[in-house]
């Protein structure tokens, strides 16, 4: 679905000649994955994100986006159909005064028949369970309910894969749990492609595989439990673990017969709960 190859990326009003904000990323995100981005602030995850996009071209290097080739202006409505993006503020993003209004201003610029459009609508709003506010002001909404209209917007135009780039961060815990359901939902049961940049580690726990990125590149990879085990490699660049996969590395450091990758409650439950 996301794939690069040698990618580099420098900003043009970059002074320094040496300073790219990407080095070298290769990667083969495919379709249905569920990839959650981690890295501190400066590590390069929104410029990423931006060049999944189009909204920024490699300085070197290719991406393609379920094959075509980002860097081919004629295909840039094409790519932005297939890969839809979600920011970190809601306000943001919408754009018009009743919710259903603003959810149709996607499908509407594609030109769509009002039937189909109306049908997208619906269908979205149902998806992200904001149906019932339908004719409401966007403005009374919480923000978690701003950021599930953002994304409904998004799935309106159908795309196979969304890039989330810190949709969280601006919530209280009750508006980040309703969108971390959201997002779960779209992958497993829409079987959409996600892309989740957080750097809340706890939100990162149940995705197929985590990207660690520092200083513009991708430094760690893999499952959640095996980028997590790395307790030291992360706190090197600055990173936290989940609470509990960090308890349960220092009770193995203090020689208790504890999983260091333990990442839920109820694993390092059970584990404290054999030890004699
Ligand atoms: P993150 O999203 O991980 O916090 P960014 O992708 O925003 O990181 O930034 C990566 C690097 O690119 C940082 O060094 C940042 O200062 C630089 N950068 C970001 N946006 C711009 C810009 N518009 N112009 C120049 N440099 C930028
Ligand atoms: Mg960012």
Redesign the pocket.
């Known amino acids: 679905m996301i794939k690069t190859e040698g990618l580099f990326f420098k900003?043009?009003?970059?002074k320094d000649e040496n300073?790219y904000?990407?080095k070298n990323i290769n990667l083969n995100i495919v379709d249905g994955e569920f990839v959650v981005i981690i890295?501190?602030?400066?590590?390069?995850?929104?410029?990423?994100?931006?060049l999944f996009n189009g909204i920024y071209y490699p300085t070197d290097g290719k991406i393609y986006i379920d094959g075509l080739d980002t860097s081919d202006e004629s295909q840039i409505w094409e790519i932005r159909k297939r890969a839809g993006m979600v920011f970190q503020n809601p306000d943001n993003q919408l754009v018009a005064t009743i919710v259903e209004e603003d959810v149709a201003f996607g499908p509407e610029n594609l030109g769509l028949p009002s039937e189909e459009i109306r049908a997208r609508v619906d269908e979205a709003l149902e998806s992200v369970k904001m149906s019932a506010f339908k004719r409401k002001p966007p403005h009374h909404l919480s923000g978690g309910q701003k950021q599930r209209v953002a994304i409904a917007g998004i799935l309106a135009m159908k795309p196979r894969c969304i890039i989330f780039?810190?949709p969280t961060a601006m919530l209280d815990p009750s508006g980040r749990k309703e969108v971390m359901q959201t997002i779960a939902h779209l992958n497993k049961d829409e079987k959409m492609t996600i892309v989740h940049?957080t750097h809340f580690m706890d939100e990162a726990v149940e995705a197929d595989r985590i990207l660690v990125?520092d200083?513009?590149e991708i430094v760690l990879e893999g499952k959640p439990k095996e980028v997590f085990s790395q307790v030291e490699k992360l706190k090197e660049i600055g990173l936290d673990v989940p609470q509990v996969t960090l308890l349960s590395f220092e009770l193995n450091q203090m020689g208790y017969a504890v999983n260091k990758e333990n990442l839920t409650v109820d694993e390092l439950v059970e584990n404290l709960c054999q030890l004699k």
């Open positions: 900003y043009d009003d970059e300073k904000a990407l890295g501190h602030n400066g590590s390069g995850k929104s410029t990423l994100s931006k780039d810190e940049i990125m200083e513009g």
